[in-house]
């Protein structure tokens, strides 16, 4: 089995902030022509709990009671594809919805032998990163049951024609089953579940058992947590769940308690692991609030208490910009995650020890906006350069600017870095001249850089951390690419070595799916290089799409990601991966004029290498 590095993702689509003022949710539905449509059935899932409502002749709902945080609104009319919106409301929020033709996607699910699998249902169904439905939350409420009869067949009905969807497949007996992209075309796609591992416990409080208590279980990656499991405890305070074998950390969540401290386990296969029981405690309170400037109270602020770097729970400021924090352990630290558009002054950690108060009131944490980086880029002659490439050096997710014709650079940021001051490099796009410079972000403010000339460092970066080995491909020819399809490109011997003779040639392997840090960084950075090369015509970009994915789906991750330059879909079984033994992505190659591979590690330098090689 490929070990490819995949990322899940359960949550639809990017979070949004709604407009402050009063906790309410309305909205219109209408059809493609504009015209409203009556008697659509609407959901409003929040903090799992769900309100329902009906449109009416003019085709508007409304919700009250709206809290801050993430919520789900979804809309289904019998003679439409149901639609909705996956969003973030700090206050008041007014949506358009709009219901199109309507289709039936079929999935087929089958067990590790392949046989028809009786009794599976859709848990979770994400449609066009629009709208994430929580299925199984939304049954008892009248929204239809999806699953699996007899003959293993699940029909989806009612999903927007030539749409996409992504769904989680659960079933008693086996793991949950994440299917990342899955066009709406009217086949019957197969869906193979993997015996999941039972872990299982108990929630309990002195005397007894605790009922309705929220048990989630994250996998743990090189990328972080990632949500793979939800289950409730029942009357008696049991739960369970299935997972695959590997590292996880179990959390349990409880309105009136305090949560536990998560359980690091470690599932293996052919093992029943041991029952993990969790005890609750009444919660101790941290208070505080979170204001702007003019002591602006600033909803929507995530609040998190963390010990040993493990979240233990998180809330949000409400529209008072005030937050309550439920805690068991009473030493920890509280960090303050500012809303689009902000950061704290100072660091955004407290350190908290509460002794034995069963409340501690925190000092309001004041925010700031964000600011502006901006400057010029001049040789060392003191000539503005056109398309200098600008890039962060201590952030976690760099940040790429290309200066434009005036040598000027503009940003504004939009999340709170990690550091107080921020360094970056400059690069002359063509000549070997670089600066470094930083920028404190509590007093930012315009800088000049005059780029100093450089001794370039021909040789190849070596290889840090787990990754690619591609050190016997240096030297050689570069193996040819064997593709199913190509877009942004009309090349017809795209397989031909010859594409890669005469230029220098950036060669990345990616995968859409991939949208952990590493992915959308890689991608970003090889968007501004392109930017920043622009009208020089030694140098090439192409890029090779992992082979799992299908046409319909890698033309997706191109307009989501703003991809312009070649991309090629692997042909199967993942030919051209195995001819570089890529096995990890993304990765990033240099082929120099000759067609031989010049750099297998490019680190920070791909700019350099790249002017090198043109030499």
Not at 74 to 92: E, K, S
Not at 351 to 370: C, E
């Amino acid at each position: 089995m490929r070990q490819l590095q995949y990322a899940l993702l359960l949550l639809a689509g990017a979070t949004c902030i709604a407009p402050v003022s009063a906790a309410d949710l309305s909205g219109t539905v209408r059809d493609a022509e504009g015209q409203s449509i009556a008697d659509a059935r609407v959901w409003l899932w929040q903090s799992e709990s769900v309100a329902t409502g009906t449109t009416g002749a003019d085709g508007a709902f409304t919700f009250d009671q709206l809290a801050v945080g993430i919520f789900t609104v979804v809309v289904l009319h019998d003679d439409f594809a149901l639609d909705g919106f996956t969003g973030f409301a700090a206050g008041d929020a007014t949506l358009e919805i709009l219901l199109r033709p309507a289709a039936t996607q079929t999935i087929h699910v089958v067990d590790d032998g392949f046989q028809n699998l009786a009794g599976a249902r859709i848990h979770r169904l994400s449609v066009e990163g629009r709208v994430d439905v929580p299925v199984n939350d939304l049954v008892p409420h009248g929204f239809p049951e999806l699953r699996s009869g007899d003959d293993g067949v699940i029909a989806i009905a009612h999903l927007p024609e030539n749409g996409f969807i992504r769904l989680v497949v659960r079933h008693f007996r086996y793991a949950d089953t994440y299917v990342p992209f899955m066009p709406v075309r009217g086949t019957t796609d197969d869906v193979q579940l993997i015996p999941g591992i039972r872990i299982a416990g108990r929630v309990t409080r002195p005397p007894g058992a605790i009922a309705d208590a929220q048990v989630i279980v994250y996998r743990l990656t090189p990328q972080g947590q990632q949500e793979v499991a939800t289950t409730r405890s029942d009357a008696d305070g049991l739960y369970s769940a299935r997972v695959a074998p590997g590292p996880y950390l179990i959390a349990v969540r409880h309105a009136e308690f305090a949560p536990a401290p998560p359980r690091k386990i470690e599932v293996a296969e052919g093992d029943e692991p041991p029952a993990f029981d969790f005890t609750l405690a009444p919660p101790r309170s941290i208070t505080g609030s979170v204001l702007g400037p003019k002591n602006v109270p600033i909803p929507a602020a995530r609040i998190q208490w963390l010990k040993d770097e493990v979240i233990y729970d998180e809330t949000f400021t409400n529209a008072q910009g005030e937050y309550r924090l439920s805690v068991a352990d009473p030493k920890g630290l509280l960090r303050i995650l500012p809303p689009t558009g902000y950061m704290t002054e100072g660091l955004g950690y407290i350190p908290v020890d509460m002794g034995d108060k069963d409340t501690v009131p925190i000092s309001a944490t004041y925010l700031v906006p964000l600011p502006v980086i901006e400057g010029t880029v001049a040789d060392q002659d003191g000539t503005p350069v056109p398309r200098a490439l600008v890039s962060t050096t201590n952030l976690e997710s760099p940040l790429w600017f290309v200066c434009d014709e005036e040598g000027r650079f503009h940003a504004q940021l939009w999340e709170m870095p990690e550091v107080q001051t921020i360094t970056f490099q400059a690069e002359h796009p063509l000549r070997f001249q670089r600066a470094e410079f930083e920028i404190k972000t509590q007093k930012a403010k315009a800088v000049e850089v005059n780029l100093k000339t450089y001794t370039p460092d021909a040789t190849s970066p070596k290889q840090e951390g787990p990754g690619n080995d591609l050190s016997k491909l240096l030297g050689e020819a570069a193996p040819a690419f064997d593709c199913r399809e190509w877009f942004n490109f009309s090349a017809e011997e795209a397989g031909d070595t010859a594409l890669l003779k005469d230029k220098v040639t950036v060669l990345i392997f990616w995968g859409g799916f991939a949208q952990n840090t590493p992915g959308p960084n890689r991608i970003e950075q090889v968007r501004a290089l392109q930017a920043v090369l622009e009208g020089v015509d030694n140098v090439q970009i192409l890029s090779i799409h992992d082979a799992s994915s299908e046409a319909a789906e890698v033309e997706q991750y191109i307009e989501d990601f703003g991809v312009t330059f070649p991309v090629g879909l692997d042909a199967n079984p993942f030919v051209t991966f195995d001819r570089y033994n890529i096995n990890f992505i993304p990765d990033i190659i240099l082929i120099d004029k000759d067609g031989k591979v010049a750099h297998t590690e490019v680190e920070d330098r791909l700019l350099e290498l790249i002017k090198v090689l043109r030499r």
